[in-house]
């Protein structure tokens, strides 16, 4: 899956000649083949006039050869410059000049251009910007974001981050996102996959050179990047398949608890006993009775075990700190393979020191995480790649950073998951996610293996509910059956 590894900028900027010419490739090719990617994409908005922004680097010699590839199938198109008489230098002086032998004319950006166009291609800022975007490109920017139209962007949507995906205070909003050579990390992620529509990716054919110089800084992932479990033995029986203790809910807080543990139960594993408040335990058996709920003998629940989740509706008062130090203590003595959730993320930030992790999958949302690093939630969601590789390091584990695009992270790789859609963003998905994800550990998955395919499990059950009834108003617990299906 060479297509399915992504990188920072440098590493494209620094390895991208170099793969071109040990590919027999001009770096004046390579600029033509991009032009011509980007115009097979421009065909699917059958677009009468298109308007073509450009800025001043490579970025904008893209936009010059696409251009002339709409010039030459006859259709309508606009290329204005917003510093049109700035002198282009190198490859894009050279595309710019072949635009002008054909008769193409640069313009000055107006905002009647913009409203005479029925599609914009975005050739402004490309990957080499790292500061706040300049006034004159934002206010374009701002134009083309409030008229409503369809936006094509080359390599990057103007102003985002290519290695964090965060707007450089403003940047496009785009339909289609066409990136070259190496998928942008900046781009799968948090706020930049929001700013990329589809992105689409071709890599020019250099991509064997480049991806035999280049250092990835992780790979996509979706629920075809997994074999399935496999046919489970005729003569196997219900401790065969994973016995799973959830431990959590809290007074009041049954259902997370309630969540997780029937999840885990869809999800595979053969047996599911869940640990909760004494107030909580008729509300989780109800409805539910091939779960083992109990509010006494930790330990022995423990000692039943092969693998445990804790955090679900688990609260922070003297009841759930007292639970939580049981189970830790327990899991870090006998290296229990372990999932971190909800509130015993909380409670492990605030003593993190006093437990050495072994076999541990952290699934924090962006708050938890910045608790768990002692930052704002605002600086984990600035560098979601970095903050969750510093999380899997300082607590020896396994990370899952939830959002659009989660991450997974286990201190030396990083994988991003593409499924998933907004209808997951509701309260008790995560509880689901969790519950996944120990049923895997529980059916014999290592910790790298039962978070990454719990994350796309989960991600795709949600993109197929969506699919089937829209994204407002779906339940986590409408993935059961469709976590069901999937994992068979």
Known sequence: MLNKRIFTAKEVRDNEALAAKNSHCELFTLMQRA?????????????????????????????????????????????????????????????????????????????????????????????????????????????????????????????????????????????????????????????????????????????????????????????????????????????????????????????????????????????????????????????????????????????????VVIGPGLGQDEWAQQTFDEVMQYCQNNKMPLVIDADALNLLAKQASSYMLERCILTPHPGEASRLLSTTTQEIESNRFENARLCAKRYNATCVLKGAGTLIDNAEHAWVCEDGNPALAVGGSGDVLTGIIGALLAQGLNVDEAARYGVTLHAKAGDIASEREGQRGMLPSDLFKIVRALIN
Request: charged share 15%; proline share 2%.
């Open 35 to 307: 032009g011509e990617a980007v115009f097979n994409v421009w065909k699917e908005f059958n677009a009468e006039h298109t308007l073509v922004i450009v800025g001043q680097g490579n970025n904008a010699g893209d936009g010059y050869i696409t251009a002339s590839l709409i010039k030459q199938a006859g259709k309508l198109v606009t290329l204005c410059a917003v510093n049109p008489e700035q002198a282009l230098t190198g490859d894009a002086a050279k595309a710019s000049n072949l635009w002008r032998d054909e008769g193409g004319e640069v313009n000055a950006y107006t905002s009647e251009l913009l409203n005479r166009s029925d599609l914009i291609i975005d050739a402004m800022l490309g990957t080499g910007i790292t500061s706040s975007v300049r006034d004159n490109f934002a206010k374009i920017i701002n134009e083309i974001n409030a008229c409503n139209k369809p936006v094509l962007s080359i390599d990057v949507p103007s102003g985002i981050s290519a290695d964090t995906g965060q707007p450089l205070d403003i940047a496009i909003q785009a339909s289609k996102t066409m990136t070259f050579v190496g998928i942008k990390q900046g781009l799968t992620t948090a706020i930049g996959k929001q700013h990329c529509g589809q992105l689409i990716f071709d890599d020019l054919n250099i991509g064997t050179a480049f991806f035999e110089l280049a250092a990835s800084s992780g790979t996509l992932i979706n629920i075809n990047s997994f074999k399935k479990l496999g046919a489970r033995s005729q003569n196997s029986h219900k401790g065969t398949h994973g016995k799973l203790l959830c431990v959590g809910g809290n007074e009041g807080t049954a259902g997370a608890i309630r969540l997780t543990s029937e999840a885990a139960l869809r999800a595979g594993a053969g047996m599911v006993r869940v640990y909760t408040h004494s107030s909580s335990i008729a509300p989780v058996s109800i409805g539910r009775p091939e779960l083992m709920v109990s509010s006494a003998y930790l330990q022995e629940a423990l000692e039943w075990a092969s693998s």
